[in-house]
C-alpha cells in the first residue's frame, strides 16, 4: 500500500500542477474537474471516502485496460490536458474501489497472504515462491478482474447452458450482477469460487479447497489485493 501511495503522490503532483495553470488561464473554470481527479487518484485518503458514490461509480468503467481516458466522471468542461495527463500511468487501469481504503479488507488481505503461503503454493506461485504446475497466483488474480468485467455475459451463457448449475447457485449469481462495485463483485465471485471452483463453470480445472469460511473471506481480500496490484505493475495474465 505504501508503495501505491508513493506512486499516486508522483502522479498528483502533475495533476495539481497542470489544474493549477488551466484554471489560470480561464478564470470562469470550476475547480470541480480537477478535485474530483485528486479523488479518484488517491481512494485512500480519508477525505475521498466522504462521497461513496463519486467513488463507486468509477470503478466500474475505471479499469478498461489501454483505455487513455478512463475516467468516466462527467467534466462540466472537458480539457484534453486533464485527461489525457493521468490517463497516461499504469495506477489509472487500477479500480478505485471503498474496500481497498477499508482497514478491515487490509487486514483480512494480511492473513489470506499468510494462508496462501501455505494452501496455495502447491499450485501457484506466491510471492514468486511454489509450484510452477499452475499459473503464479497474481497473474490468475489479474485474469480473475479482467474476467468481472463481462461475468454478466458469461452468467447468461451459464443460465442458457446449464440451468441446474444456474439455479443452484442463482442467489450469489443475482448478488454479483446487482453489486455495481467490480472489487466487491469480484469479492462475491471469489467466494462462490473457493467454496467451489465449479460453480459457475463446469470446466474449472481447480480441485475443491478445503477452506475454513474465514480463510475464504481472507483468501478473497488476498487474491483482490493481488490483482489490483498486478493490474498497476503490468503483470501479464496467463491464456
Ligand atoms: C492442486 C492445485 C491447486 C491448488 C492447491 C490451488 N489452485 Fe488455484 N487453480 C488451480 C488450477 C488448475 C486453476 C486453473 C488454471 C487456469 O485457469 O489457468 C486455478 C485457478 C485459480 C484461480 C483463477 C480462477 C478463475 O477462473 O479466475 C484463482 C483465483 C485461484 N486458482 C486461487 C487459488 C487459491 C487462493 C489457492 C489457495 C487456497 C489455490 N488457487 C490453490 C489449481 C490449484
Request: proline share 14%; hydrophobic share 35%.
Given at each position: 500500500?505504501?508503495?501505491?501511495?508513493?506512486?499516486?503522490?508522483?502522479?498528483?503532483?502533475?495533476?495539481?500542477?497542470?489544474?493549477?495553470?488551466?484554471?489560470?488561464?480561464?478564470?470562469?473554470?470550476?475547480?470541480?474537474?480537477?478535485?474530483?481527479?485528486?479523488?479518484?487518484?488517491?481512494?485512500?485518503?480519508?477525505?475521498?471516502?466522504?462521497?461513496?458514490?463519486?467513488?463507486?461509480?468509477?470503478?466500474?468503467?475505471?479499469?478498461?485496460?489501454?483505455?487513455?481516458?478512463?475516467?468516466?466522471?462527467?467534466?462540466?468542461?472537458?480539457?484534453?490536458?486533464?485527461?489525457?495527463?493521468?490517463?497516461?500511468?499504469?495506477?489509472?487501469?487500477?479500480?478505485?474501489s471503498l474496500l481497498l481504503s477499508d482497514p478491515e479488507f487490509e487486514r483480512r488481505a494480511k492473513l489470506g497472504h499468510l494462508v496462501a503461503k501455505r494452501r496455495c503454493i502447491l499450485c501457484h506461485k506466491v510471492d514468486g515462491r511454489g509450484a510452477i504446475l499452475q499459473p503464479p497466483l497474481i497473474q490468475v488474480s489479474v485474469r480473475r478482474l479482467e474476467r468481472m468485467k463481462v461475468i454478466s455475459e458469461h452468467l447468461d451463457q451459464l443460465q442458457a447452458d446449464d440451468p441446474d448449475r444456474y439455479q443452484a447457485r442463482v442467489d450469489l449469481f443475482n448478488s454479483i450482477e446487482a453489486e455495481p462495485d467490480l472489487l466487491r463483485k469480484m469479492s462475491i465471485w471469489l467466494h462462490g469460487y473457493?467454496?467451489?471452483?465449479?460453480?459457475?463453470?463446469?470446466?474449472?480445472?481447480?480441485?475443491?479447497?478445503?477452506?475454513?469460511?474465514?480463510?475464504?473471506?481472507?483468501?478473497?481480500?488476498?487474491?483482490?489485493?493481488l490483482a489490483v496490484e498486478g493490474v498497476k505493475q503490468g503483470v501479464p495474465t496467463p491464456e
Open positions: 500500500m505504501r508503495q501505491f501511495q508513493t506512486r499516486q503522490w508522483n502522479i498528483l503532483l502533475p495533476v495539481a500542477l497542470i489544474s493549477a495553470l488551466i484554471s489560470c488561464g480561464k478564470t470562469q473554470t470550476p475547480v470541480v474537474p480537477a478535485n474530483s481527479s485528486m479523488e479518484l487518484k488517491n481512494p485512500g485518503e480519508p477525505t475521498s471516502a466522504t462521497d461513496p458514490v463519486e467513488i463507486e461509480r468509477p470503478s466500474v468503467g475505471a479499469v478498461k485496460p489501454g483505455q487513455a481516458s478512463s475516467n468516466p466522471i462527467p467534466s462540466q468542461e472537458p480539457d484534453p490536458a486533464e485527461v489525457v495527463e493521468p490517463g497516461s500511468s499504469d495506477t489509472e487501469k487500477a479500480p478505485v473457493l467454496k467451489q471452483p465449479t460453480f459457475d463453470n463446469p470446466q474449472a480445472k481447480m480441485p475443491l479447497q478445503v477452506l475454513k469460511p474465514e480463510e475464504i473471506d481472507q483468501l478473497a481480500s488476498y487474491v483482490i489485493q
